[in-house]
């Protein structure tokens, strides 16, 4: 009996035990699940790290973003402004005619867009000539929206560079020009400008990134056969152009110009003008209004190991003279037919873009000293730089001419460029253009007609236009309002124009 006892308090007490230490397991488990969400008290203990951690973060992206594309933007993109060009042209309708006899015809407006940027305080500013090309009315929209008539400084069609000024009445946000000559392929290029600026409606300029994708490339197009262009893959679409292509310090290495495209858009090949090459030209535009080309008059063959072994020459690299023109600055200087040139200046030459791009960049009547081979011998030649455009012709007749060169022989077909005159700029609605003259045309003769009131017939002083000095010596001659006859070769066939001296 005492046994049974003893068994069952022992029963019991184990089961007092049992349900104590279920009891703790439950409150413990409870407790747990109050620190692991069940309770609404907010985690103070993490909340300072996680504060922490996030303003790490936005420091982290917002120095990210504000990356050195961002801060070129910033620096170039005031600068860029957009080009809006209007260009009225007289259509001859015979019905409209029929009822209105002495109208001067319709009207019919082109509108063109591009784009640019400006490079001086005074409201210079830098874009393609074909953006204004015939253009008779010519804006500029900065970035602000405000818009200011714009005059066309001067043009140049070779280079396709033209510059503009506005008188603003604001304070200009100008471009910084870098340097061109150690662009690196592969390196950030960011391009600038209004694409479909008349969709888009909106005077902020579009960028677009890229880079660098070669240098020294050379394209035709248009009739203009442009060398040692920047290629980018920075989208370049209509409306680009004359807009700026900046490094990633915001500084100006090339001007956008040309594409290469099978669609009309951009497709990754896109062409700018090195920003080393438009500085010369930026200051004869503002200077002279066209851009003065130097000459020599020599016609270069490249030189190789088979031609220095034939003719003995101590150097196998450089460029032979084939032919001198007659008059010109080479000939009277001594240069000759034969002579081997591998310097000029301190710029060793092995093609004839090397030299032309020597001889455009000294200034007029600078020195120069030909380094030659003749004969086996080493000699120093100098040669006095000339200037091959005649600024009577613009004053006059509203033309550009200069002296003819092989390139511009092969390019515009002519039988010759060893005599005449070259016409490479007609200005709009000058005489010569109301005449037909083109740019290209070869002007051979000149004939002032003088007409003589007491003998009541006219004369022709005829005047065979061999050399640029016998053009500027017809010139000196010329009174306003004279009626001048020009005979001129074009593509191999003679013309013939009458103009009247409308200019002086």
């Known amino acids: 009996m005492r046994a049974s006892k003893l068994a069952l308090s022992l029963i019991i007490l184990s089961a007092i035990v049992v349900a104590i230490y279920f009891f703790f397991e439950a409150r413990d488990s409870f407790e747990l699940k109050s620190e692991k969400g069940v309770d609404d008290k907010p985690p103070y203990f993490t909340e300072g790290a996680v504060a922490a951690e996030v303003a790490s973060i936005e420091d982290e992206i917002t120095c990210s973003r504000n990356n050195a594309i961002v801060r070129a933007i910033q620096k170039a993109g005031p600068s860029v402004v957009s080009v809006s060009t209007v260009q009225v042209q007289i259509v001859r309708d015979p019905w409209f005619e029929l009822f209105y006899p002495f109208s001067r015809g319709l009207e019919r407006k082109y509108y063109g867009l591009g784009s640019g940027f400006i490079f001086d305080k005074r409201g210079y500013l830098l874009t393609n000539q074909h953006v204004i090309e015939g253009a008779d009315a010519v804006k500029v929209t900065l970035t602000s929206g405000k818009e200011f008539e714009a005059k066309v400084v001067g043009a140049d069609y070779e280079s396709d560079l033209a510059v503009l000024k506005i008188d603003a009445d604001v304070d200009l946000s100008i471009a910084e020009l870098g340097d061109s000559s150690d662009l690196m392929v592969g390196e950030w290029a960011i391009a600038i400008g209004s694409p479909f600026g008349f969709l888009l409606k909106d005077s902020q300029p579009t960028v677009t990134v890229g880079v660098v994708s070669a240098m020294g490339r050379s394209i035709q197009q248009e009739g203009r056969a442009f060398k040692s262009l920047i290629q980018t893959d920075a989208s370049i679409n209509p409306g680009n152009s004359g807009g700026p292509l900046v490094n990633c310090y915001g500084q100006v290495i090339g001007i956008n110009t040309a594409i290469f495209s099978t669609s009309g858009g951009s497709q990754g090949v896109g062409f700018a003008v090195p920003i080393n090459t438009t500085k010369r030209i930026i200051a004869e535009l503002i200077k002279h209004g066209i851009v003065m080309e130097r000459w020599v008059g020599i016609e270069y063959q490249a030189m190789n190991e088979d031609i220095a072994s034939h003719l003995g020459s101590p150097v196998s690299e450089g460029l032979l003279i084939s032919d001198i023109i007659d008059g010109g600055p080479a000939q009277k200087a001594g240069l000759m037919r034969g002579d081997i040139v591998f310097k000029i200046g301190d710029q060793p030459v092995r093609t004839s873009d090397e030299a032309n791009e020597t001889i455009q960049a000294l200034a007029d009547d600078q020195e120069v000293i030909f380094y030659i081979v003749r004969d086996g011998e080493f000699q120093d030649i100098p040669v006095k730089m ?77 005047v065979e236009i061999k050399t640029i000095d016998d053009f500027r010596k017809f010139a000196t001659g010329i009174r306003k309002g004279q009626r001048i006859r020009i005979v001129f070769e074009r593509r191999g066939e003679l013309w013939q124009a009458f103009v009247v001296a409308a200019k002086g």
């Open 386 to 462: 000339e200037h091959a455009i005649v600024e009577t012709a613009k004053a006059w007749f509203g033309m550009v001419v200069q002296v003819p060169t092989p390139e511009a022989a092969r390019k515009y077909g002519l039988s010759s460029y060893k005599r005449g005159v070259l016409v490479i700029q007609i200005d709009r609605g000058s005489v010569t253009a109301e005449a037909g003259l083109q740019r290209g045309d070869l002007i051979l003769r000149m004939s002032g007609i003088r007409t003589s009131v007491l003998r009541r017939f006219s004369t022709d002083v005829d």
